[in-house]
Structures are given as structure tokens and as C-alpha cells.
């Protein structure tokens, strides 16, 4: 009796758990950001196995270039991973990757921040189609900047300057990171720095105030999911199943975002050695736009011989950074960004495909 009882519990219990590791694996690695929460959030809601897949999830608190030169130093560190533009175009050189989906916009997200008692912020407005922006060229002629170089940040502040008809030659560059780039703003050694979010609330608590957000200069920074497209050759059931599991934290986010945010702190505090108020991970969630699956699905749709509206928009951030970082000795970027360019490169297949995966699983 005991042995019939105990194989009853086996089979209610055990077979779950037996099937789970039968699932199909694949290596996710994202950002210690609000798109990597979002997936982490899948990943602890179940929402992988629930459609069928093991997500192998990695979380790195560094920033895309740093993600992309893992993958050229050894392609098997991830299957998949999330960006933004800029590192996948200049990252991506000489690495046959795909894009597949847009997890999030962190246009809102990423600013310029000075410190409190800066002349930049005595004014406002200086080019009249940017109204809520801060400086003049009077004000940010020969200031130091620290920036992570090649990534949004300093994508964003080029757009800064461009709307006082500045560049990177009418100020100075320093080349650091998030976390570092606010040590040296608070020590006076920079006059600025370009950062994005979890990194903008630790520039706010530290009294540190915006001059602008990516938005204001009108910038897009969408954080693309790019697969490796040997990976994707075989495994394409694989990765649809993953971005399934991704819009159904998207969804949740969705119909309710501010229950999200005692989630969103307890993953900042897991990846992090910072505390992050329940507030700012409200109000972070509440300011990181998601899109929709449908919504998606029209952004990438190609109509006749033309070009999806996700193409135009990597094409475009293609070519201004061919302006501001082509260098005539090298040619890398100039491959890179027809890659980019290239519709074979972006694809809504998956996103069709994980369409279907999550009609099935709401039935």
C-alpha cells in the first residue's frame, strides 16, 4: 500500500517537475534594467514553462557594447539578448545576429544631468522647438562630459548638442560608465553626464538635476532583442516561445503596472549593491513604454517592397551615427551599418510565431 501511495504522490508531484527539465533551454542574457526585470519577472511568474521553454536568464549590470564583445569573444555566452540601437549597430559588426522584437522604449528613461548649481540650467528654451530643454551654447561651450562611449547615452547627448549647433569637438569627453560618471559629477571633476535609468535615481538622490531626457530631444532608444542567427536556424520555435513568455510580462505590465513595482525593487536589490525606494520603481515602470504584441506586429510589418517602420527607424540611427563616428582609415562602419540596413536582419517571423504560442495558452 505504501509503495502505491508513493508512486500516486510521484505521478501527482514528481512528473511536473520531470517534464520541466525536458523543456528546450535558452540563454538569455539582459541588462540590469527595466527590460531585464521584465524578463526576470517571466521567468519567476513561470510564464517560460507555461509555453513550453527553460529560460537560462542572465542579468549583467554593464551596459550593450560590453554585452555584444562578450558574444564576439565567445559566442556561446547567450542565444539571445536586448539593446539598444546603438551598441547592436556598432557592436554587431561581423556577427550574424537577428532582430526579432522590441522589449522596451527607454527614451523617457536617459537624460543628461548636471550638478545643482550649474549655469546650464539658468536656461531654458534656447531653441524654441525644444522648450523644457536646458543650456545654451554660451553655457556648454567647453564643459566636460562623462559618458559611456558608443552606447545611448552618448548617442542622446550628441542630439543635445546638435540643438545648439554643437558637437563632440566644442566639448570635452570623459569615457565612463553609469555609476562612475556620477561619482565624478559629484566630485566636480565632470561638468555632465549622459546615464539612464536604474543609474538617473541614484544622479536624483544625490541632487542631481536633468537638463533633458532623450525624449525631449527627440530621440528613440529602443532596446531591441537580437538573436544569434546560427542559434535561430534551429531553434526558432525556441526563441518564439521566449518572446511569448516576455509578452506576457509585457501584458501584465500593461493591465497593471504599479502592482509590478515591489517586484521591480526586489530585482534591483538581487543585481545590485543599491536600495531602490518602492516609489522610484513605480514611477520608473510607469515611465518605460512597452509595446504590445499587435502593436509590434505592425511596426515590423513590410508593406509591397518598402521598408517596416522598425527598418526605418534602425536605418536612420544607421546613418547619423555614420556622421558621428565614421572614421575614413576604417570602413567597420560603414558594414555595419548596411547590415543594419539590410531587411534580412529584422525579421516578425517569431513574432508571429509567439503570436500563436500565446492564443494556445490562453485557451
Known sequence: MLRIVFCVVLLIFGLPQ???????RIKVTM???????????????????????????????????DIMNRHRENPSSWDVTCVTSIPLIVGSNQMPLEIVGIANDEANTTGVYVRPDSDILKVKGWNEDYPDVYGSPETIKGKTFAIKTLTSGAFMLVKYLEIFN????????????????????????VDGIGIWSPDTYLAEKKDMKQVTSADDVGVEIPLMFM???????????????????????????????????KDYQKFLRKYSTYQFSKEFCEY?????????LESQLKLFEKKAMGKSKVQ???ATIASSLMLILYDSQNNDFVMTSKQVKNPRYITDKYLKQAKRILQDAKK
Open 18 to 24: 520531470v517534464m520541466a527539465f525536458d523543456l528546450p
Open 31 to 65: 541588462l540590469m534594467e527595466h527590460e531585464g526585470f521584465l524578463m526576470w519577472y517571466a521567468k519567476k511568474q513561470g510564464f517560460d514553462r507555461k509555453v513550453g521553454v527553460d529560460i537560462d536568464l542572465t542579468i549583467l549590470d554593464t551596459n550593450g557594447i
Open 166 to 189: 554643437l558637437d563632440f569637438t566644442d566639448i570635452k569627453i570623459v569615457d565612463l560608465a553609469g555609476k562612475d560618471s556620477i561619482l565624478a559629477l559629484e566630485k566636480g571633476e
Open 227 to 261: 538573436v544569434d542567427k546560427n542559434y535561430i536556424e534551429d531553434h526558432g520555435d525556441v526563441v518564439a516561445k521566449m518572446l511569448a513568455a516576455y509578452m506576457m510580462a509585457v501584458e501584465a505590465q500593461i493591465e497593471n503596472p504599479r502592482s509590478l513595482a
Open 284 to 292: 520608473d515602470i510607469l515611465r518605460h513604454s512597452v509595446i504590445p
Open 312 to 314: 526605418k527607424l534602425e
